[in-house]
T-cell receptor
Framework: DTGVSQDPRHKITKRGQNVTFRCDPISEHNRLYWYRQTLGQGPEFLTY????????KSRLLSDRFSAERPKGSFSTLEIQRTEQGDSAMYLCASSEAMGYGYTFGSGTRLTVV | GNSVTQMEGPVTLSEEAFLTINCTYT??????LFWYVQYPGEGLQLLLKATKADDKGSNKGFEATYRKETTSFHLEKGSVQVSDSAVYFCALILYSGAGSYQLTFGKGTKLSVIP
């Protein structure tokens, strides 16, 4: 297993465009998390999946954001009508069912111009 | 709510100097505590953790002790190397009550070690 993979590593988009990021967790981990990290800040929780069910969403996740995890495997995070304030590093992490030990991916850095 | 406060950087040290990065927390429950490290352009790597009071986490020469009475988890290393240059994040984890264990991070402290 190569850990948590995220794609793409970098994305530059024009304001108003839609973007989608992908996360492939560690295969035996059924918990998946998305966090957002803005410049000079620590990561902040966005949303949580247990298998395919999205069980929690932060108030940071506006209605322009949507996340899915079909079949409880990989996950996607889509941002519609991007704004400059969406520029950040988007981090995905997964963990085992009975533990809370996270493994983070390398992140997707989004720049909205 | 839950929060983590860590000393602001940047911190610049000479190689082989002693490192301390202070971290304090407030939490509504009994959290586990972590230090993560982030190298330029990379995601987060777990450096060490402690799950209960008086536990000492250690890894790669770094240490931190869970002090419940002072709600602190200060990171220390006796002799830093150039390769330790990175951003260090203190974090706590608590069960959210809705199925997840959410990490709450401090703002990070950038460490630069010069030869």
């Amino acid at each position: 297993d190569t850990g948590v993979s995220q794609d793409p590593r970098h994305k530059i988009t024009k304001r108003g465009q839609n973007v989608t990021f992908r996360c492939d967790p560690i295969s035996e981990h059924n918990r998946l998390y998305w966090y957002r990290q803005t410049l000079g800040q620590g990561p902040e929780f966005l949303t949580y999946f247990q298998n395919e069910a999205q069980l929690e969403k932060s108030r940071l996740l506006s209605d322009r954001f949507s996340a899915e995890r079909p079949k409880g495997s990989f996950s996607t995070l889509e941002i519609q009508r991007t704004e400059q304030g969406d520029s950040a590093m988007y981090l995905c992490a997964s963990s085992e069912a009975m533990g809370y030990g996270y493994t983070f991916g390398s992140g997707t850095r989004l720049t909205v111009v | 709510g839950n929060s983590v406060t860590q000393m602001e950087g940047p911190v610049t040290l000479s190689e082989e100097a002693f490192l301390t990065i202070n971290c304090t927390y407030t939490a509504t429950g009994y959290p586990s505590l972590f230090w993560y490290v982030q190298y330029p352009g990379e995601g987060l790597q777990l450096l060490l953790k402690a799950t209960k009071a008086d536990d000492k986490g250690s890894n790669k020469g770094f240490e931190a002790t869970y002090r419940k009475e002072t709600t602190s988890f200060h990171l220390e290393k006796g002799s830093v190397q150039v390769s330790d240059s990175a951003v260090y994040f203190c974090a706590l984890i608590l069960y959210s009550g809705a199925g997840s264990y959410q990490l709450t991070f401090g703002k990070g402290t950038k460490l630069s070690v010069i030869p």
